[in-house]
């Protein structure tokens, strides 16, 4: 499957943002979906995720209660919506796609990689 990011943008403290990953070429539907990002100079973290069928949902503890993952089967497109972003959201996110909704908790378990889409948050 081919994941394609968009959305990113230079906002500032407290503004919100929404990402979409569209999916191409296998049946989106039948994977879980992931969104991880990357600050400069860090490693690559978990920021959320959701289960094919919508009804599992799993966010890190740093952005729980202020971004929402969703997912339109029928656009083949998830979703984060980032709400009172913050100078340390700032990172590349990715966007992922894996066969389970555990195995796109991890990194290393992972079966596809969108490219980045950069959101910059000013203070």
């Known amino acids: 499957v081919q994941l394609q990011a968009s959305g990113g943008g230079l906002v500032q403290a407290g503004d919100s943002l929404r990402l979409s990953c569209a999916a191409s070429?296998?049946?989106?539907?039948?994977?879980?979906m992931g969104w991880f990002r990357q600050a400069p100079g860090k490693e690559r973290e978990f920021v959320a995720a959701?289960?094919?069928?919508?009804?599992?949902?799993y966010y890190s503890d740093s952005v729980k209660g202020r971004f929402a993952i969703s997912r339109d089967n029928a656009k083949n497109t998830v979703y984060l919506q980032m709400n009172t972003l913050k100078p340390e959201d700032t990172a590349v996110y990715y966007c992922?796609?894996?066969?389970?909704?555990?195995?796109?908790?991890?990194?290393?378990?992972?079966?596809?990689w969108g490219q980045g889409t950069l959101v910059t948050v000013s203070s």
């Open positions: 070429g296998r049946t989106f539907s039948s994977f879980a």
């Open positions: 992922a796609a894996s066969s389970s909704v555990l195995s796109v908790l991890r990194i290393r378990t992972i079966d596809y």
């Open positions: 959701i289960s094919w069928n919508t009804v599992a949902t």
